[in-house]
Every structure is written in structure tokens, then in C-alpha cells.
């Protein structure tokens, strides 16, 4: 297994090459390296101690991965796209609720605000048959965005910036193409999942029993 450090290389050279791809329009090389940083994620955290938190964010990673290959692949697969980051995100959000299951109202309210309002736009320009998708896609992003500003610290950090980069494909696919959009994406998803991965560290490594008997659920 190679050092954290040669990771963060590979991830930055591969990261490197997919600006480069963008700005030379080359399919064939985006699509062979795109996976690569979040593939350098995983095999970073294969390295930490083993918990039920990292075990859900490393299977929401995977499934980044293979959305990385569906979006990147030169055909329309943005549905099946769609489905492999639903996943992602449902990981993420059964990882956040098993650190903390406070309600967090103020969370709620304003992951309900960001994703109301994002279903709102993209549904006012018409999404036709994709309308249930997105609605879904949605929703599941708004609870994930909920949880993860519960928990707080990076895992919110890298959350807020997983949803703005969802958030730009969305704007850009659906109401206003802008030339900066691919660029911007892909960095903010880059960020809010090295974030996501690195809230793994600062997590609990196990829950104390309360009194009762069941977990107590700390926060991140």
C-alpha cells in the first residue's frame, strides 16, 4: 500500500491530468484519470482504524467512483450518474446518523431551504421525464446536507461543498450552461470529498454505552 504521502501525489497528478483533459477536450484521458483521486481517498482511509463511520464513508466513495466512470464515459448515462451519487449519498447520510441523531433543527431548516430551493429552480426550467429523479436526488441530498451539518466540523464543510458542486451541474445542465462550470465542479467535488474522507479521522472510534445499554451517539 503506498505512503499517505505518494496518495496525495498520485491524487494531485491525477487531478492535474483532468484539467488538462477538460481544457484539451480529451475524452479518452478524463475518463482514465477522473477516478483516480477519490480511488486515492479510499485506499488512504483503508489505512485508518476500521469503524462503522468509516465503513459507510468508503462505500460512499466507491460509489462516487463509479459515478466518476458513468459521467465521464462519452454517452448519455447522466440518469445512471444520477443513481451511483444517490447511493453515494445515502452512505454518507447512514455514516452521519451513526454519529449523532439529534434533531438539529437549525440544520434541518436550512438543508430543507438549500434543497426546496435547488428542486425549485431546476423544476421551473422543466426537467420533463427526469423530474422523479432529480426530486429524488433532491431529497436525498437535502437529508445528507442535514446530518452532516448536525455533525459539524469537516464532515459539514465537505457536505456544503459536495451540494454546491451538485448544485452547478444542475444550473448548468438544466437552466444556464456557463464555460467556468466543468472546472468548478469537479474542484468543489474534489474538496467536499476530501473533506468527507477526512472527517473519518476526527470521528469517534467507538460509541460509550450509556446506562441503558445502547450507544451513545457522539458528533464529528
Not at 483533459?21 to 483521486?37: F, Q, R, S, Y
Not at 479510499?42 to 468508503?58: D, E, F, N, Q
Not at 422523479?132 to 431529497?139: G, K, T
Request: proline share 6%; glycine share 8%; net charge positive.
Amino acid at each position: 500500500m503506498p505512503r499517505p504521502s505518494h496518495l496525495i501525489l498520485i491524487a494531485l497528478a491525477a487531478a492535474a491530468l483532468y484539467l488538462y483533459a477538460l481544457a484539451c477536450d480529451n475524452t479518452l484521458l478524463g475518463l482514465l484519470v477522473k477516478p483516480i483521486p477519490v480511488l486515492a481517498l479510499i485506499a488512504w482511509l483503508s489505512t485508518t482504524p476500521a469503524t462503522p463511520y468509516r465503513r459507510w464513508i468508503m462505500l460512499g466513495l466507491a460509489f462516487s467512483v463509479l459515478g466518476d466512470i458513468l459521467l465521464a464515459i462519452p454517452r448519455d448515462l447522466f440518469v445512471f450518474g444520477l443513481a451511483a451519487f444517490l447511493c453515494a449519498h445515502l452512505a454518507y447520510l447512514r455514516g452521519y446518523c451513526s454519529l449523532t441523531q439529534r434533531p438539529a433543527y437549525p440544520s434541518l431548516a436550512l438543508a430543507l431551504l438549500v434543497g426546496g430551493s435547488l428542486f425549485g429552480l431546476l423544476a421551473s426550467h422543466g426537467l420533463g421525464p427526469l423530474l422523479i429523479p432529480v426530486a429524488l436526488y433532491a431529497l436525498a441530498i437535502g437529508c445528507m446536507l442535514w446530518r452532516a451539518l448536525a455533525c459539524g466540523g469537516v464532515a459539514a464543510l465537505g457536505a456544503c461543498a459536495f451540494v454546491f458542486s451538485d448544485s452547478l451541474i444542475g444550473i448548468d445542465r438544466f437552466v444556464s450552461p456557463f464555460a467556468a462550470a466543468q472546472y468548478l465542479i469537479i474542484l468543489l467535488y474534489w474538496l467536499g470529498q476530501w473533506l468527507i474522507a477526512a472527517s473519518v479521522i476526527r470521528a469517534p472510534s467507538s460509541e460509550p454505552l450509556t446506562q441503558s445499554g445502547t450507544r451513545e451517539l457522539g458528533s464529528c
